[in-house]
Structures are given as C-alpha cells and as structure tokens.
C-alpha cells in the first residue's frame, strides 16, 4: 500500500504537470517570434570606450554604486511587429532609454535618490510608433556594489505576446513556484487546525511555511509576478524576504531530531544557529527596510547561514540514521541532500554570474525543483511514520486485549494456592503465544495477601507492586 500511494502521487504529479505543459507551449512558435539585438553595440564602462560589442561574449570588472554604463546601437531597418516591445534584463540599476536622441523610457533614478533599492529583473518596454532603423541607446547607472559585470541580452517582441513569452519560457518555474505556493498555503490552513488536537502535526505546518517561502521565491526571482503589474523593486523585495525567511522553518522542523540525540554539544549548536539565523536575517531586513544597506549587499551573508543549516541539517540525519537505522531518517537524509546539492548549485550559478560575468552553467534557479522532490520524500516519511504509529497503537490495544484473556484475580490468602494460580498463568500466556504468530507477550506478576485483622490495602498493593518489579528485573535478565 506505501508503494501505491508514492507511485499513484507520483503519476498525478507527472500527469498534471504535462497536461499543463502542453497547454502553455501550445503556440509558443507564435508568441516566442523576436529580434535580438546583442549584436553591434558601442559601450563606455569605466571611461573606456568599446566598439562591435557583442553583449554575450562582453565581460567587465565588477562595478561600485554610482557607475555609469552607456550602450549605443541602430535598430534593424525593417521588423515585423505591429507593436513593439523591448525586453530588458537589469541587475540593480538605473535606466534611461532614448530611441533618436529622445528618452522614450526611465526607471529607478528617483529610488536612487532616495537611497531606495531598484531591483533587478525584466523591464517590458513599449516601443514608439516609428523605431525601425533608428539609433537607440541606454544609459545604466549602477545602484549597488559589485551587481553584476556583464550586460544581459535585449530583444524585442510583439507587445501583446511579450508577457506570454515570458510565461512560456519559464512556465517550469510558474507551474513549480505555484504549486508550492498553493500547496503551502492549502496544507498550512487545514495543519493550524490539526494542531489544536495533536502536537504531531507541527513538523507539517513547518513544511507548509517552508513551501509558502520558497513557492514565492521561485516565481519572483524568475519575474513570471510580472503579469500582475507589481513594481520591479517590491517583487525583488519579496524575492529577498522569502529567502531569508524560509531557514526558519526548516530549523523549528529539525528541532524534534536534534533533541533526540541528547547531545549537548549539538543542542548547543542548533540554538546558536537559531539565533544567529534569526538576528542576522531581522538585522539585514531592517536595515534594507530603512534603506542604510539593502539586501543586494548582504545576501552572501545570508548565504552562508544558508548553507551552514543545510550541512547542519545533514548531520543531524546522519548521526540519527546511524543510531537508529529508521527509514524516515533515511528517506528524510536523501531529501535534505537532494535539496542542499541543487542549492549549492544556485548559489554557485548566482555567483559566478555576478562576480565573473559568465553563464557557464546550463539552467538556474533549480532549488524549487530540489525543494518539490524533498517536500515529495518528506511527506512520505511523514505517512510512513503515521502508519507505523497507527500500527503500534493497534498492537498495544491487542497486547491489553490479549492479556486480559489471562489475566485472573483472586480473593483467597492462600500462598500455595495463589502459587499455583501463577504457574497457571504463565501457562495461559505461553499458550497464547502459541495460538497467535509472531506474539511474544511476557507478563511480569507479583502478590500479597493479609488478614482481617492486618488489613490495610495500600501496603499490601504496595508491597505486590514491588514484588512484581522484582519479578519484572528476574525476567529481562533471563532475557538477556
């Protein structure tokens, strides 16, 4: 039954996610028709003066806040849009765009005068009537240090198709980033009113959180937010918010593994990364709330924290596989790997584009993939932790069950008698375990009596509770 519910969850995920797939890229030929323009372009950075620039094969140094870049081409004389529109990808930086020495566009130098954060992402920018074969150029300012040092590519679309485009092209990351958000959401509703009967499903709740984050995430750094006409700069906020919040509830959901090791030097480590995670991220959100210092500056600090949780995280499943061997523990090992390789991987993408100006890897932002696969193993887990405890729960109601059939109460004083009522007791008990397979019930007994005349219940309990923890110690020896 375990094998059929991950195969059939697995199918409908499968399903779904084709049937969607098919829907979105059914006339991408259509609306994916566009004219790049990464070709021929002069650019002065620094003061130097470059000419027949190509923007993928152009590299720079690095640049400081209040950098100017300046980029001068001719559009193609004749192209075959009603309407067009430019597709500009800008990392934290200021725009003007002029087509024939007039500005037909500007964004963030109003932000940088107010020492506000610009963002960084896709500007969708709608082209004059009359723009073919006339000179365009761009003027970028730079607003924070060390962003980026190399030009994305510009192309130009029809205008109604460009959002679809956008959608299309990234439709992987919309269908995952909606899916975790949804699902998070879904799961987090029904999880806060669970909590109210059991504690248990607070691991679930904690997942939810973590879902919600890292669904939001997704669809921001991948820009897909676009089509509700949310300004650049508020979805890199909630792009930055999401990250830094989203160690919170992985942390609260391996509190329960690290208490279980009862190792102090561990438990000492969980809460001084607690609290590390938790200043760090309310330092650097405050001060990127009050516009002292932006997210854009710190995130490599929180990217380190990052991947200290994960290794901690690691290690914590590690050393409680190795002492108990349990199959969540494993299952929950894989996911946390899974997760942390395809982290590793961003983060290793992210910095080599922004510090060394070069792509060399195929695909990014693969995390929410790694998370969809961990979240997957985790709710595996979680059902194969519940069967199990539902199956445990109906041995130990069997077992009471099992031994009320031979227990016996007696009301006589006699100790041979009583003696010999014991002898026929644990030989209802081996009979038992002979009828039923696979039990091995041991009952541990013990007795006492009085006279009238002597009588006080409470010793004579107390003293058969003894006897019969005597007799409960003679009988794990024996075990042994």
Same mark, same amino acid.
């Given at each position: 039954?375990?094998?059929?519910?991950?195969?059939?969850? %697995?199918?409908?995920?499968?399903?779904?996610?084709?049937?969607? /797939?098919?829907?979105?890229?059914?006339?991408?030929?259509?609306?994916?028709?566009?004219?790049?323009? /990464?070709?021929?372009?002069?650019? =002065?950075?620094?003061?130097?003066?470059?000419?027949?620039?190509?923007?993928?094969?152009?590299?720079?140094?690095?640049?400081?806040?209040?950098?100017?870049? =300046?980029?001068?081409?001719?559009?193609?004389?004749?192209?075959? %849009?009603?309407?067009?529109?430019?597709?500009?990808?800008?990392?934290?930086?200021?725009?003007?765009?002029?087509?024939?020495?007039?500005?037909?566009?500007?964004?963030?130098? /109003?932000?940088?005068?107010?020492?506000?954060?610009?963002?960084?992402?896709?500007?969708?920018?709608?082209?004059?009537?009359?723009?073919?074969?006339?000179?365009?150029?761009?003027?970028?300012?730079?607003?924070?240090?060390?962003?980026?040092?190399?030009?994305?590519?510009?192309?130009?679309?029809?205008?109604?198709?460009?959002?679809?485009?956008?959608?299309?092209?990234?439709?992987?990351?919309?269908?995952?980033?909606?899916?975790?958000?949804?699902?998070?959401?879904?799961?987090?509703?029904?999880?806060?009113?669970?909590?109210?009967?059991?504690?248990?499903?607070?691991?679930?709740?904690?997942?939810?959180? %973590?879902?919600?984050?890292?669904?939001?995430?997704?669809?921001?750094?991948?820009?897909?937010?676009?089509?509700?006409?949310?300004?650049?700069?508020?979805?890199?906020?909630?792009?930055?918010?999401?990250?830094?919040?989203?160690? %919170?509830?992985?942390?609260?959901?391996?509190?329960?593994?690290?208490?279980?090791?009862?190792?102090?030097?561990?438990?000492?480590?969980?809460?001084?990364?607690?609290?590390?995670?938790?200043?760090?991220?309310?330092?650097?959100?405050?001060?990127?709330?009050?516009?002292?210092?932006?997210?854009?500056? =710190?995130?490599?600090?929180?990217?380190?924290?990052?991947?200290?949780?994960?290794?901690?995280?690691?290690?914590?499943?590690?050393?409680?596989?190795?002492?108990?061997?349990?199959?969540?523990?494993?299952?929950?090992?894989?996911?946390?790997?899974?997760?942390?390789?395809?982290?590793?991987?961003?983060?290793?993408?992210?910095?080599? /584009?922004?510090?060394?100006?070069?792509?060399?890897?195929?695909?990014?932002?693969?995390?929410?993939?790694?998370?969809?696969?961990?979240?997957?193993?985790?709710?595996?887990?979680?059902?194969?932790?519940?069967?199990?405890?539902?199956?445990?729960?109906?041995?130990?109601?069997?077992?009471?069950?099992?031994?009320?059939?031979?227990?016996?109460?007696?009301?006589?004083?006699?100790?041979?008698? =009583?003696?010999?009522?014991?002898?026929?007791?644990?030989?209802?008990?081996?009979?038992?375990?002979?009828?039923?397979?696979?039990?091995?019930?041991?009952?541990?007994?013990?007795?006492?009596?009085?006279?009238?005349?002597?009588?006080?219940?409470?010793?004579?309990?107390?003293?058969?509770?003894?006897?019969?923890?005597?007799?409960?110690?003679?009988?794990?020896?024996?075990?042994?």
């Amino acid at each position: 039954m375990k094998a059929a519910w991950i195969l059939y969850a %697995f199918l409908s995920l499968t399903v779904t996610f084709i049937l969607i /797939d098919k829907i979105l890229s059914k006339d991408y030929a259509s609306i994916s028709q566009s004219v790049s323009l /990464d070709e021929s372009w002069d650019i =002065t950075v620094g003061g130097a003066t470059y000419q027949n620039v190509s923007l993928p094969d152009f590299t720079f140094g690095t640049l400081s806040k209040g950098d100017k870049i =300046t980029m001068q081409c001719t559009l193609p004389p004749h192209l075959d %849009f009603v309407e067009g529109a430019l597709r500009l990808h800008i990392k934290q930086t200021a725009v003007k765009i002029f087509i024939n020495e007039e500005q037909i566009y500007e964004y963030g130098h /109003d932000r940088m005068a107010q020492n506000k954060t610009v963002g960084s992402g896709y500007l969708l920018i709608n082209l004059p009537s009359k723009y073919e074969g006339q000179p365009i150029s761009l003027e970028l300012t730079v607003s924070e240090n060390k962003a980026f040092s190399q030009m994305s590519s510009l192309r130009i679309y029809e205008w109604e198709n460009i959002y679809r485009a956008l959608l299309t092209e990234n439709r992987i990351p919309l269908f995952v980033g909606c899916f975790l958000t949804v699902f998070g959401l879904v799961t987090c509703i029904i999880t806060a009113f669970a909590l109210i009967f059991s504690m248990r499903y607070l691991k679930i709740l904690c997942l939810s959180v %973590f879902s919600i984050c890292m669904g939001l995430w997704t669809l921001c750094y991948y820009n897909v937010i676009l089509i509700f006409s949310i300004p650049l700069y508020s979805i890199c906020l909630l792009e930055y918010l999401t990250l830094y919040l989203a160690p %919170f509830p992985l942390i609260l959901y391996l509190r329960e593994d690290v208490m279980a090791l009862k190792q102090k030097s561990m438990h000492a480590i969980y809460r001084i990364l607690f609290i590390v995670q938790l200043a760090a991220a309310s330092c650097m959100l405050g001060l990127h709330m009050v516009d002292l210092v932006h997210c854009a500056s =710190t995130l490599k600090y929180m990217q380190i924290l990052i991947v200290c949780n994960l290794i901690f995280a690691i290690i914590v499943e590690i050393i409680n596989l190795k002492a108990s061997h349990n199959l969540t523990h494993r299952l929950f090992l894989i996911g946390m790997l899974i997760l942390a390789g395809c982290v590793a991987y961003d983060l290793l993408y992210y910095n080599i /584009d922004r510090y060394f100006g070069k792509s060399i890897l195929p695909v990014k932002g693969i995390s929410s993939l790694g998370l969809v696969a961990f979240i997957f193993i985790l709710f595996v887990t979680f059902y194969i932790s519940i069967t199990q405890h539902i199956m445990q729960e109906a041995e130990r109601s069997f077992l009471i069950k099992s031994a009320g059939e031979v227990i016996a109460i007696s009301e006589t004083a006699d100790s041979s008698e =009583t003696e010999n009522m014991i002898r026929q007791f644990q030989q209802n008990i081996a009979q038992k375990n002979q009828e039923i397979p696979d039990l091995n019930m041991s009952i541990a007994c013990g007795y006492a009596s009085c006279t009238v005349k002597d009588y006080n219940i409470d010793k004579v309990y107390q003293l058969a509770d003894d006897r019969m923890y005597e007799n409960k110690k003679l009988m794990k020896q024996a075990h042994r």
